[in-house]
């Protein structure tokens, strides 16, 4: 037949959506799978081919489970709370919920041309307020169990955006959004106390299916240290000065302290201080300075003010020594003070070198005078660890000293912060919490949700940065829940990553009005098989989404600790160029044009074909076409359907394909998969032509990647109801075993001759098939054969002297 896409991909689409194929069946009794991928932000470019490639991996083995007799939960929706859209609303004055409901409605269209098997009787859509008010409800179940807090605290703040960031939103200091340098902020934040949970998301990782790189940078996002906090006294003052260290063991080498130029004790103590002014301006200086410029741009030029007033003891030696203020100590780890051991730490020996400080080594090791030692060694100027030589024993008596003595003890710290969870814009989940001048920070009550988002006309932020919703006095103005008087509501609005935070859940039972999930279709569903998405949101939606999960776990309301078993990522579609995709660059591919012009299965066999899922590649348009060929090819093998058997050679073909393709889809290996389609594709029209039976393996197991093709062929070829719920074919392993099989024969480590021998034959039959070779015979002539290794099926190695 004729690759007529137009005409089939249409009737094939409709046909689906008709019978409602791709719904999932709550409650039955098959085996379940869950494939997942991550929803998109409607925006208002539509789709883009990143979007195709991300999702067709889950549809390629959703479609093949349920072949294989899964009852399959495939589902989409939307992630439409969020600033893009916010800005378009402010620049057009047309509210979000109008642009939100149109591009989602494009979305669906350029989704649905492109035959995804999602079931989307599902879809969900974060914005929709029986969406949100389960996102309220679980914000509040936090807060009800202490896990939200409210602060006061230097911020990560985007000027342009006019919004405060999470340090996860902040990366590298740029603002996520639009990358505008970010600036220090006081500001007022809600936390979610995600650090109460950084062990448990450690220790969770164990068991999960993640890709190792992604495990790592949850590890390294989450950053658990092993250390001690020791107190030094402070000459003059009851406090004793509480620091962290990965190095107790370094004790005696400590030649100076350094505090964070936001410590406490600056202003606590400002009596006692007596270049107080000196301090202040600097710490002014440091406050123009982000967070990432102060730990990652510190060059080897320390800056810092010794504080004057008072002097620390150090508890093991006795000995007296200076403290200084310096913005290499953050206040925001450990306990914003160390101590510091020029010796063996780098920072530490570029500010005692710049401050004129002693260096006293207690590892030997290194030339401390040139730079600083972090190599092992043998413990020396170190009282009782003095020629202990294993750090670990070292730390560890040290450690045990210190508690001894009453001045210290071991402990543990995360890089990760507690998540800062408000935003002061519109298009966001009100945050339900109201403040009662009696009260304080009162939940709103269950029965209340959700807490609409007031309809506004303007949606710009005020001039501080202050929400717009503290402009409608209706919302703002209420009543306490708690007393009945007068109070005010909360009008930050939460970040876009709390609607992403829990919407598998969702799915799950998406109509429910008296729960997120009902519970017994949580402990059906969950958790999810097989989520596919990008490297980009590894540390932020993939472990906000898992903490989440292990509080509603805790919590009692799901039935694991984690959600995802199975996680795996695409790599990057590049322009052809091998350049990032951007409009810009002017090398954006439109997935819709692709559709257009050569059609959905073209598009959906080409950004698997297009190398290594895993790894980002250039689009090549000379490879869509080469795949559009393909299937055109693959086509027209009805035109030459006969009953005349195949020969042995395509019959192995077959089978050992059906084999590699269920296998490799398994492995993510689509490349392969459809390599080895195409490979059998050439012998069978090399061989001219082909069974009905045997097409109709193939049609099974190409349909996952072209289903629009498939079903048409599938139908053609009398196939009984829709090929994409068919059966998904066995390969016979007695079909995969070749009767014969070529070897190479060795003399003396030489190729000499490639035999052909009967599969699995013995010893002797190979060795008289390899010596009866012309070109073996001559090599053994004459010679003494003094060895015959023979290994089964594989080679013959022969050695004459
Ligand atoms: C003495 C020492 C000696 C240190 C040595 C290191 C090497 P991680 O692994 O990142 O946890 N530190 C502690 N709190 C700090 C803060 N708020 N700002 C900047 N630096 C801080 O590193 C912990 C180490 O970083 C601690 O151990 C401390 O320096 C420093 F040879 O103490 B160490
Ligand atoms: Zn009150």
């Not at 730490?345 to 972090?374: L, N, S």
Request: proline share 5%.
């Amino acid at each position: 037949m004729k690759h007529n896409f137009k005409a089939i991909e249409k009737k094939w689409q409709a046909a689906w959506e008709k019978d409602e194929i791709f719904k999932a069946v709550d409650g039955s009794d098959k085996p379940k799978f869950y494939g997942l991928v991550e929803f998109p932000y409607p925006s208002g470019a539509g789709m883009h081919v990143g979007h195709i490639k991300a999702y067709s991996s889950v549809e390629v083995v959703s479609r093949k489970r349920r072949m294989q007799g899964y009852n399959v939960l495939f589902p989409i929706g939307f992630d439409a709370f969020g600033l893009p859209t916010e800005n378009y609303a402010v620049k057009t004055n047309t509210h979000p919920r109008k642009i939100t409901d149109d591009n989602i409605k494009k979305f669906t269209t350029q989704l649905k041309s492109v035959g995804f098997s999602f079931d989307y009787s599902r879809t969900i859509d974060t914005t929709q307020e029986d969406y949100y008010k389960w996102t309220q409800w679980i914000f509040l179940k936090m807060f009800e169990k202490g896990l939200v807090f409210r602060d006061k605290t230097l911020v990560n703040y985007c000027p342009h955006c006019k919004v405060v960031l999470s340090n996860e939103d902040s990366q590298g200091g740029k603002c996520d959004i639009c990358d505008t340098d970010v600036i220090q902020k006081e500001k007022d934040v809600w936390y979610l106390r995600i650090t109460e949970y950084a062990d448990k998301l450690l220790q969770g990782l164990d068991g999960l299916d993640f890709p190792e790189n992604i495990k790592q940078q949850q590890v390294n996002w989450i950053g658990k240290s092993k250390g001690a906090f020791v107190n030094f006294t402070l000459e003059g003052i009851e406090d004793k000065l509480e620091i962290y260290t990965t190095r107790p063991d370094t004790l005696c080498g400590v030649t100076f302290m350094v505090i964070a130029p936001e410590h406490p004790y600056i202003d606590k103590y400002a009596d006692k201080i007596s270049n107080m002014d000196a301090i202040l301006a600097y710490r002014a200086e440091c406050q123009k300075k982000s967070e990432f410029e102060r730990t990652q741009l510190v060059s080897k030029d320390k800056t810092g003010v010794r504080v004057e007033g008072f002097d620390a003891i150090n508890p093991i030696t006795g000995k007296k020594i200076p403290v200084f203020i310096s913005d290499y100590v953050m206040m925001g780890y450990g306990t914003g003070a160390i101590m510091a051991v020029p010796a063996h730490d780098q920072r530490d020996w570029d500010f005692a070198t710049k401050f004129g400080i002693d260096i006293i080594p207690v590892i030997e090791g290194g030339d401390v005078t040139k730079e600083a030692y972090t190599g092992e060694g043998n413990m020396i100027n170190s009282e009782f660890l003095n020629g202990l030589n294993n750090k670990k024993d070292s730390i560890d008596r040290m450690i045990q000293e210190l508690e001894k003595l009453g001045c210290g003890k071991a402990g543990v710290q995360f890089k990760m912060k507690d998540w800062a969870f408000n935003r002061q814009r519109y298009w966001g989940e009100p945050i339900p919490i109201v403040h009662c001048p009696t009260c304080g920070d009162v939940a709103v009550p269950y029965e209340e949700l959700p807490l609409k988002l007031p309809v506004m006309e303007k949606f710009e932020p005020g001039t501080d940065g202050e929400s717009p919703l503290a402009r409608v006095e209706s919302f703002v103005n209420c009543k306490c829940p708690k007393c009945g008087g007068d109070a005010k509501r909360e009008t930050d609005t939460m970040p876009q990553w709390a609607g992403s935070s829990w919407y598998f859940l969702r799915y799950i039972d998406p109509h429910n009005d008296n729960e997120f999930a009902a519970r017994e279709k949580l402990n059906y569903w969950m958790p999810v098989d097989w989520y596919n998405g990008g490297m980009e949101h590894v540390t932020r939606h993939l472990i906000y989404s898992r903490f989440w999960h292990h509080f509603l776990y805790d919590l009692g309301v799901v039935n694991t600790p984690e959600p995802y078993k199975k996680r795996s990522a695409q790599g990057m579609i590049l322009g052809e160029d091998g350049q990032k995709m951007s409009k810009s660059r002017g090398n954006v591919i439109d997935p819709l044009d692709i559709v257009d012009a050569y059609g959905a299965d073209t598009l959906r066999t080409y950004v698997l074909f297009m190398g290594d899922y895993g790894a980002a590649a250039p689009w090549s348009d000379a490879s869509v076409r080469g795949c559009k060929r393909f299937l055109e090819r693959f086509a027209g093998l009805t035109d030459i359907i006969t009953d005349e058997a195949n020969s042995e050679k395509i019959e192995t073909g077959i089978h050992k394909t059906i084999k590699k393709v269920t296998e490799d889809i398994e492995a993510m290996k689509f490349n392969t998969a459809i390599a080895a389609m195409m490979g059998l594709l050439n012998d069978i029209v090399a061989e001219g032509h082909i069974t009905k039976d045997n097409l109709m393996l193939l049609v099974k197991i190409l349909s996952p990647f072209a289903p629009h093709l498939c079903e048409e062929m599938y139908a053609e070829l009398g196939g009984e109801g829709y090929c994409s719920l068919s059966q998904w074919p066995e390969f016979d392993p007695k079909k995969i075993v070749e009767s014969s099989i070529e070897i190479a024969v060795q003399v003396n480590g030489k190729l000499k001759a490639t035999i052909t021998i009967p599969n699995g034959c013995d010893k002797d039959e190979a060795l008289a098939i390899a010596k009866a070779d012309e070109n073996v015979a001559k090599a053994l002539d004459g010679k003494n054969l003094v060895k015959e290794i023979y290994v089964p099926n594989k080679i013959v190695n022969l050695v004459v002297k």
